[in-house]
């Protein structure tokens, strides 16, 4: 089933105010190849942010599992994951995580 549209403009809106940029206008238009959300930037870097949203992602179990270890020793999870034969690596934090994150690096 389809997610209704202004389902995934509210997240975007909300990630967008988390990370001090704003929804891009023609964001979800197969006819812009603009990002998601304006106006973010971190570390003196301009960046493009892009938000999906999907029923089930399999990094969501990881996620879950790397929580669940996390809580049990009282520290921050974070969570590595990468795709063979790929040259990168992804890093995933809860939101509220990287926000802190983010004031730490604007108070420097």
Not at 13 to 39: C, F, M, N, V
Request: hydrophobic share 35%; aromatic share 6%.
């Amino acid at each position: 089933m389809a997610t209704d549209r202004s389902t995934w403009k509210k997240l975007e809106r909300r990630i967008a105010k988390s990370l001090g940029g704003s929804r891009a206008p023609s964001s979800g238009s197969y006819l812009s190849d603009s990002t998601d959300i304006e106006g973010v930037r971190i570390c003196d870097k301009d960046c493009t942010v892009s938000v999906k949203m999907r029923d089930k992602l399999q990094v969501t179990s990881w996620w879950e599992e790397c929580l669940t270890d996390a809580n049990k020793v009282g520290k921050q999870p974070l969570l590595v994951v990468h795709e063979k034969a790929r040259m990168y690596n992804l890093v995933v934090v809860d939101l509220k995580f990287f926000e802190t994150i983010l004031g730490n690096l604007q108070k420097k």
